[in-house]
């Protein structure tokens, strides 16, 4: 499968709300439900924020959400803060396998 | 609390081998699915390999079928990656992951270098 298309990066000031975008094809991102999303500090692991499309893991901010519409599924930043800042990823799991996104680079002004 | 510690990883030359570790705690190891993620300078995320509670089921990224082999050793609360005829290609920082059940990865090791470089 190829990497799903996200945007390379996004920014908000403090306090705004960030939408990113992860783009695929009927069978990696429209016909599943395992959407996940990932942030990633620098020179840090990935650490899980969004699952099945729009559940949080425990301790995750509500500020976070994700949604999914045919092809094309986003996570929302709401409340920008510092600590947000960093890469975030995308993820579609169908069938044996996982494919990530390019991933997007967000900037807090 | 849930770690994992990856090592192993190195400079290796093109054609080489490598076998990568990860020992876990804080969970039961024996009772869920693990998998070895790849972040590549060129490429970025790229999934590798899963494998099953038991050790029996594997799965693998078409561009190291025949080169990479997961392993498993619940006694030892430990994960494996053999990694044969290595490319320049799977030069990346390679985690090891715990699957959640929910088509995601939950808890990520922080990662062991490789370098297929001459």
């Known amino acids: 499968q190829s990497a799903l298309t996200q945007p390379p990066s996004a920014s908000g000031s403090p306090g705004q709300s960030v939408t990113i975008s992860c783009t695929g094809t009927?069978?990696?991102?429209?016909?599943?439900?395992?959407i996940s999303w990932y942030h990633q500090h620098p020179g840090k692991a990935p650490k899980l924020i969004i699952y099945?499309?729009?559940k949080r893991p425990s301790g995750v901010p509500d500020r976070f959400s994700g949604s999914k519409a045919g092809n094309t599924a986003s996570l929302t930043v709401s409340g920008l803060q510092p600590e947000d800042e960093g890469d975030y990823y995308c993820?579609?799991?169908?069938?044996?396998?996982?494919?990530f996104g390019t991933g997007t680079t967000v900037t807090v002004l | 609390e849930v770690q994992s510690v990856e090592s192993g990883g190195g400079l290796v030359q093109p054609g080489g081998s490598l076998r990568l570790s990860c020992a876990a705690s804080?969970?039961?190891?024996?009772?869920?699915?693990m998998a070895w993620v790849r972040q590549g300078p060129v490429k970025g995320l790229e999934w590798v390999a899963n494998?099953?509670?038991?050790?029996?089921?594997?799965n693998y990224l078409d561009s190291v079928k025949g080169r990479f082999t997961v392993s498993r050793d619940n006694a030892k609360n430990s994960l494996y990656l053999q990694m044969n005829a290595l490319r320049a290609d799977d030069t990346a920082v390679y985690y090891c992951?715990?699957?959640?059940?929910?088509?995601?990865?939950?808890?990520w090791g922080q990662g062991t270098l490789v370098t297929v470089s001459s």
């Open positions: 992951a715990r699957d959640s059940g929910w088509g995601a990865h939950d808890y």
């Open positions: 804080g969970f039961t190891f024996r009772s869920v699915w």
């Open positions: 494998i099953d509670q038991d050790g029996i089921v594997t």
């Open positions: 009927s069978s990696s991102v429209a016909n599943y439900n395992y």
């Open positions: 099945e499309v729009t």
């Open positions: 993820s579609s799991h169908g069938g044996l396998s996982y494919v």
